[in-house]
């Protein structure tokens, strides 16, 4: 019976130890990060109003590889606990991931709402990796490609740059704000020729996505009326079920809409009762209306955001035809990707009076520099003492090198067998 119990304690404590061994290193490995205290002050709110986007980066203590479905999910919580992802919308989109990942580990990324993995991970699939690798499907977009090169000075040249833009399509750029305590220089020209373009769309990884996503499941109402003054055109860009379901669902942002009519005579265009802003020559995202050189009315609008074009024509004929590829019908769009950014302020302080440019800033925590010099310690103690327990149970059964230091070697044992006869046949006479 005694021997029945030994052994379930054994198998206890080696059960336990195992947990022990496998569970507490990455215990202590998730607690040895800082967060960047910048996300939740006015600097954070100001970046984010500015219209930058919040994605992850990766979280100190777990690997992308091992369980890449922790590592979103733990990221996600790391974001939307601190600051939106966008003024558009709350839940993160876009993440960083390294090459080499399976389509089943991009799709446990998914499954935690990140949209958009980038960037160049070497998949079939892939989305913008030149002008004409416009993505088809959703998982065209766990493979966003990088044009343009890095915003690093010396790392590209403005030439190259234009020429990306000029084909067209979405070039997105790569940046790192420190390496280490080093400060990286960044290139001043390429700044300027973005922040002052007129023709491109400066907008953020998950923008993007949110556009592109759009265009696969919208609808819209519309309706004519004659008034006294002349044609009211009134449009509405509806929410719909398939644009709002599913483990990937897109902000509500501005979305570009193209219409004709036979008049051009326009006095005024409301959005949503107020009077609508000039979107001519802007090149970040925002509500507002233009009218092309060929007569068409472009309008941007969110869904569920009402549009009225008021003209002074009372015989009016007209066409809704649909979404622009870019926003404000921009042939091209620039995306920044601040990559590795675990400290906020020291990323993006340099771009302040760049006002046009939108970064996405790829988050992580900082990782602790002291709990990196002790956590291998402790772990190696941990290891240390179960071992040490292990063999200390293992030498109450007089088996193992602490056996004859717990008095339960093999001598000890046949003196414990021969007492044991001794008081037997003692008892027999």
């Known amino acids: 019976m005694r021997g029945a119990q030994k052994s379930r304690g054994l198998s206890l404590l080696l059960t336990s130890t195992l947990v022990l061994i496998v569970f507490h290193p990455v215990a202590l490995a998730e607690s040895a990060w800082d967060e960047d205290g910048w996300l939740q002050t006015s600097y954070g709110t100001d970046r984010l109003e500015s219209g930058d986007e919040f994605g992850?980066?990766?979280?100190?203590?777990?690997?992308?590889?091992?369980?890449?479905?922790?590592?979103?999910?733990?990221?996600?919580?790391?974001?939307?606990?601190?600051?939106?992802?966008?003024?558009?919308?709350?839940?993160?989109?876009?993440?960083?991931?390294?090459?080499?990942?399976?389509?089943?580990?991009?799709?446990?990324?998914?499954?935690?709402?990140?949209?958009?993995?980038?960037?160049?991970?070497?998949?079939?699939?892939?989305a913008w990796l030149n002008s004409t690798d416009a993505p088809e499907d959703v998982w065209d977009w766990y493979n966003l490609g990088r044009r343009g090169g890095s915003l690093e000075k010396g790392m590209t040249s403005l030439d190259s740059i234009q020429e990306e833009v000029s084909a067209g399509g979405l070039v997105n750029l790569y940046w790192i704000g420190r390496v280490n305590d080093a400060t990286v220089r960044h290139d001043r020209e390429v700044l300027t020729y973005l922040n002052d373009a007129e023709d491109i769309w400066l907008t953020t990884w998950g923008e993007a996505w949110s556009y592109w996503s759009a265009r696969r499941c919208y609808e819209f109402d519309h309706a004519a009326e004659v008034t006294e003054e002349g044609t009211v055109l009134r449009f509405e860009s509806l929410i719909t079920e398939a644009c709002t379901s599913g483990e990937l669902v897109g902000w509500n942002l501005p979305l570009t809409w193209r219409l004709t009519a036979s008049s051009t005579d326009v006095s005024k265009v409301l959005i949503s009762g107020d009077d609508a802003l000039s979107i001519e020559g802007e090149t970040n995202t925002m509500e507002g209306w233009r009218q092309q050189e060929d007569g068409v009315f472009l309008v941007s609008v969110k869904n569920g955001e009402s549009v009225e074009l008021h003209f002074n024509d009372t015989e009016l004929e007209y066409d809704v035809l649909g979404l622009t590829e870019f926003w404000n019908n921009h042939s091209a769009a620039v995306t920044i990707a601040g990559h590795e950014t675990s400290d906020l302020f020291k990323w993006s302080k340099r771009f302040l009076e760049d006002e046009n440019v939108r970064f996405t800033w790829l988050l992580t925590p900082r990782t602790t520099v002291e709990g990196a010099a002790w956590m291998p310690y402790a772990v190696l103690g941990v290891v240390f003492a179960s071992t040490v327990g292990m063999m200390a149970v293992l030498g109450r059964e007089g088996i193992?090198?602490?056996?004859?230091?717990?008095?339960?070697?093999?001598?000890?044992t046949k003196q414990a067998d021969s007492q044991q006869k001794k008081r037997s046949l003692d008892a027999e006479e």
């Open 400 to 412: 193992g090198p602490l056996g004859p230091y717990f008095g339960a070697g093999p001598n000890t």
């Open 56 to 126: 992850c980066y990766g979280m100190p203590g777990l690997s992308w590889y091992n369980d890449p479905g922790a590592v979103a999910q733990a990221c996600q919580s790391y974001i939307t606990e601190r600051i939106n992802a966008s003024q558009w919308g709350v839940h993160p989109l876009s993440t960083y991931t390294p090459k080499s990942l399976t389509m089943a580990q991009h799709e446990r990324i998914a499954s935690q709402g990140f949209a958009v993995h980038g960037d160049e991970n070497d998949l079939e699939g892939s």
